[in-house]
């Protein structure tokens, strides 16, 4: 169909995902994306873009791979849809719960199936507080978030994600959430400080469990300091708390570990993940829970878990995330994360040397960040009103890179999360690209 044609009909008939509608009106859609292939995509017009933040954090293993387009084939030839409720079950769904089990870390052993990040969060709360429940503490019911962290748009998630702009839009679906400072810049001590503050004002005895990401993703790429997570766990065993890691985006590979938690020594005592699990090829995700939640669940729970989505360990997704974790042990990808993830970092400390609104850079594996700021020294911010952020990706774009920004307590984030098949080449594109836009756009603002 016509590029026109088609920019008319997404205009009439398609609401998207955070988006602007009324910028949509205006101006239709800005890329009509038409084929991918390893890092890149090409357009409707024959535009061809680097895909630097992996499309939406998740399409680990590049664009294009025919082995999954091959595994969903055969998979949907052979039994396309079977229902894993009750006491149904089929092999591709044990399989890929068996697999997950044998990757996730410590005694992180039975798996819960969902279609994506926010059914996982969702399915995660509920699960902590039926476990509370029936340990006799059904009093337990509240979740601690943190301050910038993202953890979906279900009710519950929504809830749960520490960012103010997502519980406009319909106000607050759910009770019982509450948030502690994300330690980013505030360090561990005042960020364990925060969340100590949280437990006693909230009562340690209501509360079910903290939840967090790793590293904070969608809030900016915000990496906790070396020891937070181990404190936390520290503080969350002193009250008998759960934590819930949120691993959508930094599981599968992601910071140059299979889980992100594994970076700091830190176990949770659930995980929940989505995105890489599939690398985007197909919706999946899903919940670890460690062996204490899932003897408890074994032992005490009577009568039916009421909880279940019709795609939950749906067979074409799970043969697919199969052929995907396949893939990213086979091609040493975690590993090639790890190291183009410090070439990417290189390349980023390059750039706070060498230019001025250059502040903070930060890496871990192939999740980075770049921070502008018109003095980074006196911890000086770019007016809003310069739009610096957007102007670089924009800038970027025009020259055939995609990445993401976030304003983040007046600081303007570019944020980075390419394709763990990234070679040492792209790499350095990526970089030089990057260098040369933010110097263009410095000379230009006359710092
Ligand atoms: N958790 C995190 C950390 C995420 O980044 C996201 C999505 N960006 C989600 C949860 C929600 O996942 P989904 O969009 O698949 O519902």
């Avoid at 357009?43 to 791979?65: P, Q, T, Y």
């Avoid at 870390?105 to 995660?124: C, I, K, W």
């Avoid at 691993?247 to 659930?270: A, H, Q, S």
């Avoid at 999360?417 to 690209?433: C, F, G, H, T, Y």
């Amino acid at each position: 169909m016509k590029h026109l044609r088609l920019m008319e009909l997404d205009k009439k008939h398609f609401i998207h995902p955070t988006s602007s509608i009324q910028q949509q009106q205006e101006n239709g859609p800005k890329v009509i994306m038409e084929q991918g292939d390893g890092i890149y995509l090409t357009d409707k017009n024959g535009n061809e873009f680097m895909d630097a933040m992996s499309s939406l954090w998740n399409v680990n293993i590049g664009h294009g791979r025919k082995e999954l387009a091959e595994a969903a084939k055969q998979q949907m030839e052979k039994l396309a849809f079977s229902s894993a409720f009750s006491t149904f079950s089929h092999e591709p769904a044990i399989r890929l719960a068996e697999k997950i089990a044998s990757i996730a870390p410590a005694d992180l052993n039975a798996v819960f199936f969902t279609s994506g990040g926010s059914e996982s969060n969702e399915s995660a709360i509920k699960l902590v507080r039926h476990y509370w429940k029936i340990r006799g503490k059904p009093e337990r019911r509240k979740i601690i978030g943190l301050k910038r962290a993202y953890h979906g748009v279900a009710a519950a998630s929504t809830s749960a994600t520490g960012i103010p702009e997502f519980w406009q839009m319909a106000g607050h679906m759910t009770t019982d959430f509450t948030h502690a400072d994300t330690p980013y810049k505030n360090g561990t001590e005042k960020g364990i400080r925060s969340l100590r503050h949280t437990i006693e004002t909230e009562g340690a005895e209501k509360i079910a469990a903290v939840m967090a990401e790793p590293i904070q993703g969608a809030g900016g790429v915000l990496i906790p300091p070396e020891d937070y997570l181990r404190k936390v766990r520290a503080l969350c065993d002193e009250y008998g708390i759960l934590i819930i890691a949120d691993e959508v985006i930094t599981g599968f590979g992601r910071t140059g570990k299979m889980f992100g938690l594994e970076n700091w020594d830190f176990t949770p005592d659930l995980i929940t993940f989505a995105k890489g699990v599939t690398s985007g090829y197909i919706p999946l995700g899903g919940v670890v829970v460690s062996d204490h939640i899932h003897n408890v669940l074994k032992e005490k729970s009577k009568g039916t878990l009421f909880h279940g989505f019709t795609y939950s360990g749906h067979p074409v997704a799970a043969a697919v995330a199969l052929k995907n974790i396949e893939l990213i042990e086979q091609e040493n990808l975690v590993e090639n994360a790890r190291k183009m993830g410090e070439e990417m970092l290189a390349g980023f400390n390059k750039m706070k040397e060498g230019l001025e609104v250059v502040g903070d850079v930060r890496a871990v594996g192939l999740l980075g960040a770049v921070e502008l700021m018109q003095d980074p020294d006196l911890n000086k911010h770019f007016s809003p009103d310069l739009q610096v952020g957007p102007n670089v990706i924009e800038a970027l774009y025009e020259r055939g890179v995609i990445c993401r920004p976030v304003r983040y307590d007046g600081t303007d984030i570019i944020c980075f999360a390419p394709p763990l098949i990234i070679s040492r080449d792209q790499v350095n594109v990526l970089v030089e690209k990057l260098y040369d836009t933010v110097q263009k756009i410095q000379n230009h603002l006359d710092v």
